[in-house]
């Protein structure tokens, strides 16, 4: 079946640092690829997505690019900031046919120190 | 406009007792999910409602959790006969028809001494 596979945490870094976290997949189709964040104290928030292959989702300087090739989609951010520190989840989205739900990583717990 | 709300923000209870947790979803959607979260762990799918069509239970971890949706609207976790393993972060989440980003509400956070 789908699933996803996530980088481990804790990750942490000085301000200003490079950031990758891991995601691979495996999938049958092409499903949609997400990832969230959840910041201390707060609710999951949709961070970027990416709908097919080679697509790249972006936000907040965070990217991430759809590779069908490697069945991955890695977070990444050229310089990380303290308000970066959170929790990230990668996801799975959901194939034609089934409730929609989304299949979810574990999350990588990212500390910024400055 | 509003997003996604869950009350109460945070529930202690003593084991055996029942809790019911709430959601109410951002107007409009007619997916709502429920997730469990536990310390340590990633997301859990407990149940699945959309529309009128009957619920996606299978992810329910015992015959002690349920869930209603009432008007296809606000939503309502029970869970019965509490226990310690329960303890979590109760998530909520909501979804517009036809489009698959969800959004979550601040979860209820459920400890069960």
């Known amino acids: 079946g789908n699933s996803v596979t996530q980088m481990e945490g804790p990750v942490t870094l000085s301000e200003e640092a490079f950031l990758t976290i891991n995601c691979t997949y495996t999938?049958?189709?092409?499903?949609?690829l997400f990832w969230y964040v959840q910041y201390p104290g707060e609710g999951l928030q949709l961070l970027l997505k990416?709908?097919?292959a080679d697509d790249k989702g972006s936000n907040k300087g965070f990217e991430a690019t759809y590779r069908k090739e490697t069945t991955s989609f890695h977070l990444e951010k050229g310089s990380v900031q303290v308000s970066d520190s959170a929790v990230y989840f990668c996801?799975?989205?959901?194939?034609?046919?089934?409730?929609?739900?989304?299949?979810w990583g574990l999350g990588t717990s990212l500390a910024v120190n400055p | 406009g509003a997003g996604v709300s869950q009350s109460p923000s945070n529930k202690v209870t003593e084991k055996g007792k029942d809790v019911e947790l709430r959601c109410d979803p951002i107007?409009?959607?007619?997916?709502l999910y429920w997730y469990r979260q536990s310390l340590g762990q990633g997301l859990e799918f407990l149940i699945y409602?959309?529309?009128?069509?009957?619920?996606?239970k299978s992810g329910l971890p015992s015959d002690r959790f349920s869930a209603e949706r009432t008007g296809g609207s606000v939503s309502t976790l029970t869970i019965q006969r509490t226990q310690q393993e329960d303890s979590a972060v109760y998530l909520c989440?909501?979804?517009?028809?036809?489009?698959?980003?969800?959004?979550f509400g601040p979860g209820t956070r459920l400890l069960v001494l």
């Open positions: 989440a909501s979804r517009y028809t036809g489009k698959e980003t969800q959004y």
């Open positions: 107007s409009g959607h007619t997916a």
């Open positions: 996801a799975l989205g959901p194939n034609a046919g089934n409730n929609r739900k989304l299949i």
């Open positions: 990416a709908t097919k």
């Open positions: 999938a049958t189709g092409y499903p949609s």
């Open positions: 409602f959309q529309g009128n069509s009957a619920p996606d």
